[in-house]
């Protein structure tokens, strides 16, 4: 059974700082990794795709990273700002989507 | 154990026909339900917002009248996808936060809704 773990659980940074979370999953047969955003009592924002055939993908200040041969995936926060404040969500879709238990990161302005 | 259930997990059917996918809080209640959809290659993304009670929230670009939703109790939210058509075919996937504006969400397993 698939495994999805993040860490760390919880990262408080202050404004301005590059961040790097990470996620790593036991079963290296996936179809593709994403990353979401979580706001408390809200549904999931998509923050990027990666199919399992790349290796990164970027979108503005966000980039994300995927080793499959690891089980590893990397998001990165480039300048982070206090509207970034939230919980991070990488999942693995297999034949059916396997969640981490997310990072909760707080900005410091 | 799984707290959230989706039922069924794949389901066929013919094109103009309706589907019905339940999803549960097996173990808690929840006020406030998220339906997701996933096509082939592409991003998961939030489809609805299902309140107990009230009428759900649709995003932008959902037909609410081609996906009916309905929360009629604490522990149950039912996706309605009326008139089906191939392109409907997709990934779904409920989620419910254990409390009020809890941070803590549980995830459905869900359901492959594949239309001939």
């Known amino acids: 059974k698939q495994e999805v773990t993040q860490i760390p659980a919880a990262l408080s940074v202050p404004e301005g700082e590059n961040l790097v979370l990470n996620c790593s999953f036991t079963?290296?047969?996936?179809?593709?990794l994403q990353w979401f955003r979580q706001d408390p009592g809200k549904g999931l924002t998509s923050l990027l795709l990666?199919?399992?055939?790349?290796r990164e993908q970027t979108s503005g200040r966000l980039n994300a990273s995927l080793d499959k041969s690891s089980g590893r995936s990397t998001l990165y926060i480039a300048a982070s700002q206090p509207g970034d404040s939230a919980t991070y969500l990488c999942a693995v879709s297999g034949n059916q989507f396997y969640f981490g238990t997310g990072t909760s990161l707080t900005v410091i302005p | 154990g799984a707290v959230v259930s989706q039922h069924p997990s794949r389901v066929i059917c013919k094109s103009g026909t309706s589907v019905k996918i339940e999803c549960r809080s097996l173990d808690f209640q929840a006020t406030t339900m998220f339906w997701y959809r996933q096509f082939p290659k592409q991003s998961l993304m939030l489809m609805a917002t299902s309140n107990e009670g009230s009428k759900a929230t649709y995003e932008q670009g959902v037909e609410k009248d081609k996906f009916l939703i309905n929360h009629a109790s604490l522990t149950l939210s039912t996706l309605t996808v009326t008139s089906a058509h191939p392109e409907d075919s997709s990934f779904y996937i409920c989620?419910?936060?254990?409390?009020?504006?809890?941070?803590?969400?549980?995830f459905g397993p869900g359901t492959r809704l594949t239309v001939l």
């Open positions: 079963d290296s047969a996936i179809y593709n």
């Open positions: 989620s419910a936060p254990r409390s009020r504006g809890a941070d803590t969400q549980y």
């Open positions: 990666i199919q399992s055939s790349q």
